[in-house]
């Protein structure tokens, strides 16, 4: 019983503090190319990871505006505003996020975020790649290029790091 117990644990420990989002030339992406990251908890019953979620979002979330809302004990939707996010010259990018969680039986299902960057000097904006027919006035700092190349390592790895600690605060906080 006890080998099983650990085991369990250092399952449960590996995936809480090995699971990340990358970004791709394709947007965000789990390290093993999908769109979700699924986080077990093999001794939680649904209501119990519903409330778990639902009640540390907010206190384990950065940023300025964290909220989140729910219909179900299914679903979990959460949007934040981080001001200041990126700084890029004399850029510094707000960026604004969703972040969606489907509750299981025994697992956390953490859908990729949805991100938008605003610039506070210059119009800056953030892109992941240039989109054709997208003109604007001001400056752009593209992850990747058309070709998928990466240009902009320091803003991919800031914005990587941050999301992948967010998750694991969250995570890491469902006993």
């Known amino acids: 019983m006890k080998k099983l117990f650990l085991i369990v644990f250092t399952f449960v420990i590996y995936s809480v503090t090995c699971a990340q989002f990358v970004i791709t030339p394709n947007g965000y992406k789990s390290e093993k190319g999908e769109d979700y990251i699924v986080y077990e908890f093999p001794a939680k019953a649904k209501v119990e990871l519903f409330k778990a979620v639902s009640t540390n979002i907010l206190k384990t979330m950065s940023g300025s505006l ?51 960057f605003h610039g506070t000097a210059n119009g800056a904006e953030i892109l992941l790649f240039p989109c054709a027919g997208k003109n604007w006035a001001g400056r752009h700092f593209y992850i990747y290029s058309k070709e998928g190349k990466l240009q902009e390592k320091e803003i991919k790895d800031q914005i990587e790091a941050y999301f992948n600690k967010e998750m694991n605060d969250l995570i890491g906080s469902i006993k």
Do not use: H, Q
């Open 66 to 116: 964290p909220a989140y809302y729910s219909n179900s004990e299914d679903f979990i939707v959460m949007t934040n505003v981080v001001r200041k996010f990126v700084n890029k010259g004399i850029c510094a990018l707000t960026v604004e996020y969703i972040l969606r969680f489907a509750i299981e039986e025994g697992r956390v299902l953490v859908y990729a975020p949805e991100v938008n």
